[in-house]
Nanobody, 117 residues
Framework: QVQLQESGPGLVSPSQTLSVTCTVS??????????WSWIRQTPGKNLEWMGA???????YYDPSLKSRASISADTSKNQFTLQLISVTPEDTAVYYC?????????WGQGTQVTVSS
């Protein structure tokens, strides 16, 4: 059974870098053909897909993030991480990791990240 657990800083200052990590259990993140996504939900808005990393390490991003996002994987820890640079209060959201890209078979519980000074 695949399980995902997010971890994050809780509070980030404006203009700084946000980093959230997803720890996966039940399957190796490098197993074909798994894809691993980051999705966020901002206050009052729908879910927003941010990007994904494939089992191969190939990454995909939503163009609206304008190159602020970066996803990486650490297969030794079975984790993948989202970094978002130059954050603003509009990046305040619950950040979720999920298994899949487009269709999601499993989600983490989410981690709240607030951008505020």
């Amino acid at each position: 059974q695949v399980q995902l657990q997010e971890s994050g800083p809780g509070l980030v200052s404006p203009s700084q870098t946000l980093s959230v990590t997803c720890t996966v259990s039940g399957v190796s993140i490098a197993t074909k053909p798994y894809y691993w996504s980051w999705i966020r939900q901002t206050p009052g808005k729908n879910l927003e897909w941010m990007g994904a990393i494939a089992y191969s390490g190939t990454t995909y991003y939503d163009p609206s993030l304008k190159s602020r996002a970066s996803i990486s994987a650490d297969t030794s820890k079975n984790q993948f991480t989202l970094q978002l640079i130059s954050v603003t209060p509009e990046d305040t959201a619950v950040y979720y990791c999920a298994e899949g890209a487009g269709q999601y078979d499993c989600w983490g519980q989410g981690t709240q990240v607030t951008v505020s000074s």
